[in-house]
């Protein structure tokens, strides 16, 4: 009986630790493919920076004149209530170009999705209290997605050529969508204000850029394109014009853009 017993439990054996084997190089498996995917979205996002280094630039004074600055939405503020300073960052930009003769007109593109949040319109009052005149400003109600203000502002508002205004890490997205679809798309990096928000703001940046890949691989078009409409600008250059400006927000240390505001200041 102890012998029938003991060739039993031997025979039974090996299924266990071929079981075990299994699981182990599954694991393995999984491992390898995490780490490889990890790399892919990595290489994925330095291709982007190489691809549009070219095309960008982050000293004001070697910005080339441009026909319209392009100016990529976000909230006026953060979840928490307070004031966003990527948006306060983006809008002096814009603002230096237009007021440095850089830029004949501005067009901001945003979310627009509800009756309750409209990023256009905010931006279109900011840049109005930093002294670009409301005739000089179009407003793009759907630009839900970097994507969708690219392409919009080259078929539906008609703009062969453009300036991206962002922090740099979203205009060179921006650069490599546009160029992928055969748009003349530049751009112009606004101050990125660091620090923890900022790093957070890098790191989704990776996974936007995988999408941003994709999408274009895919040829995904924007949510919305609708009949085409005009871009206000400018007729008169005012080249050579040197104004400071600033949105009366607490600033970062070394901002590019002195502080000076232009009519009522924002609270």
């Given at each position: 009986?102890?012998?029938?017993?003991?060739?039993?439990?031997?025979?039974?054996?090996?299924?266990?630790?071929?079981r075990?084997?299994?699981?182990?190089?599954?694991?393995?498996?999984?491992v390898?493919?995490?780490?490889g995917?990890?790399?892919?979205?990595?290489?994925?996002?330095?291709?982007?920076?190489?691809?549009?280094?070219?095309?960008?630039?982050?000293?004001?004074?070697?910005?080339?004149?441009?026909?319209?600055?392009?100016?990529?939405?976000?909230?006026?503020?953060?979840?928490?209530?307070?004031?966003?300073?990527?948006?306060?960052?983006?809008?002096?930009?814009?603002?230096?170009?237009?007021?440095?003769?850089?830029?004949?007109?501005?067009?901001?593109?945003?979310?627009?999705?509800?009756?309750?949040?409209?990023?256009?319109?905010?931006?279109?009052?900011?840049?109005?209290?930093?002294?670009?005149p409301?005739?000089?400003?179009?407003?793009?109600?759907?630009?839900?997605?970097?994507?969708?203000?690219v392409?919009?502002?080259?078929?539906?508002?008609?703009?062969?050529?453009f300036?991206?205004?962002?922090?740099?890490?979203?205009?060179?997205?921006?650069?490599?969508?546009?160029?992928?679809?055969?748009?003349?798309?530049?751009?112009?990096?606004?101050?990125?204000?660091?620090g923890?928000?900022?790093?957070?703001?890098?790191l989704?940046?990776?996974?936007?850029?995988?999408?941003?890949?994709?999408?274009?691989?895919?040829?995904?078009?924007?949510?919305?394109?609708?009949?085409?409409?005009?871009?206000?600008?400018?007729?008169?250059?005012?080249?050579?014009?040197?104004?400071?400006?600033?949105?009366?927000?607490?600033?970062?240390?070394?901002?590019?853009?002195?502080?000076?505001?232009?009519?009522?200041?924002?609270?």
């Open positions: 009986m102890d012998q029938q017993t003991s060739a039993t439990a031997s025979a039974d054996c090996p299924i266990p630790s071929r075990r084997r299994l699981w182990r190089w599954l694991g393995l498996g999984v390898g493919l995490s780490a995917l990890i790399a892919v979205v990595l290489l994925g996002d330095l291709w982007i920076s190489w691809r549009a280094a070219p095309w960008i630039e982050r000293d004001l004074a070697k910005v080339e004149p441009m026909p319209v600055a392009v100016v990529l939405g976000t909230a006026r503020r953060t979840l928490g209530g307070h004031p966003n300073q990527f948006y306060r960052a983006r809008l002096e930009a814009a603002a230096a170009l237009f007021h440095q003769g850089r830029v004949q007109g501005i067009l901001v593109s945003g979310d627009n999705g509800s009756r309750y949040y409209n990023e256009p319109e905010a931006m279109r009052r900011d840049l109005i209290k930093l002294g670009v409301d005739a000089f400003i179009t407003l793009d109600y759907a630009g839900f997605r970097t994507l969708d203000s392409v919009r502002a080259n078929r539906v508002f008609g703009l062969e050529q300036l991206i205004v962002s922090q740099g890490y979203h205009v060179e997205r921006g650069i490599f969508i546009a160029r992928a679809r055969g748009i003349q798309a530049y751009g112009y990096a606004a101050e990125d204000p660091g923890a928000a900022g790093g957070r703001v890098r989704r940046e990776i996974g936007a850029r995988a999408m941003a890949i994709w999408d274009v691989l895919s040829g995904r078009e924007p949510k919305f394109l609708g009949k085409p409409e005009p871009v206000k600008v400018r007729k008169d250059s005012a080249e050579g014009a040197h104004v400071s400006i600033s949105l009366s927000w607490a600033r970062t240390p070394g901002s590019r853009h002195k502080i000076q505001a232009f009519g009522p200041k924002m609270q």
